[in-house]
């Protein structure tokens, strides 16, 4: 039991490392001080600095997309489906905003040190999403639509909106837009839905 409290303390502190400074910028001396372990306590539980990352992106990715899936499969529609979809990765994503920063680095380098087992999760969001457009289509619902494209507009949409959170509510509170303070996800993901289902809805 104290092995696995060790090992799950020092993902926690490793995640929000990774989330605040990135894979390069984690220092593994630094991680030990903020975790109130030695060294060589992170290399006997996680062996380097790869497979720790692996770990604490695979343990905060994994659950994510158990959500989003589990709850896309409690509808039958695909308009449904798609706004379980959106509503629900938005809702766990900021739930986990160091999913959000994490993901985000990982995308502005291209996924220069995403682990496969990272990559895998993702792609299960990915592949979820296409079987729901795919069932639109065939139901005459949706109109063809390339699901990557969708899947970004999602992605680049919640997780930015999340990562500036601290950006936008550093800004005037008159400014001209009324909504750069805000920071309720649900009314985020309610646009972002409204504004995808509506492009892809083929109208009666």
Do not use: W
Not at 39 to 62: M, P, R, V
Not at 73 to 81: N, R
Not at 91 to 112: D, Q, V
Request: aromatic share 6%; with cysteine; net charge negative.
């Amino acid at each position: 039991m104290a092995k696995l409290k060790t090992s799950q303390k020092i993902i926690d502190c490793a995640t929000r490392m990774f989330a605040e400074h990135g894979y390069a910028g984690t220092i593994m001396d630094e991680l030990a001080e903020q975790c109130s372990v030695n060294k060589a306590s992170i290399y006997y539980h996680h062996k380097d600095k790869a497979t720790l990352y692996d770990n604490a992106l695979t343990a905060l990715f994994t659950p994510i997309a158990n959500t989003v899936i589990e709850a896309v499969e409690t509808v039958d529609t695909p308009v449904e489906k798609l706004e379980h979809h959106i509503k629900i990765f938005a809702k766990t994503c900021a739930e986990n905003p160091y999913f959000s920063a994490i993901l985000m680095r990982e995308m502005a380098s291209g996924g220069a040190n995403m682990p496969a087992r990272a990559r895998e999760q993702m792609q299960r969001i990915l592949f979820m999403l296409n079987q729901i457009l795919q069932s639109g289509a065939s139901q005459h619902i949706f109109k063809p639509a390339d699901p990557l494209i969708i899947h970004f507009m999602i992605l680049g949409t919640i997780n930015l909106y999340i990562t500036t959170i601290p950006l936008r509510q550093s800004l005037p509170e008159n400014d001209e837009c009324n909504q750069l303070n805000n920071t309720d996800i649900e009314p985020a993901s309610e646009q972002l839905y409204k504004t995808i289902v509506d492009s892809l809805l083929i109208k009666q």
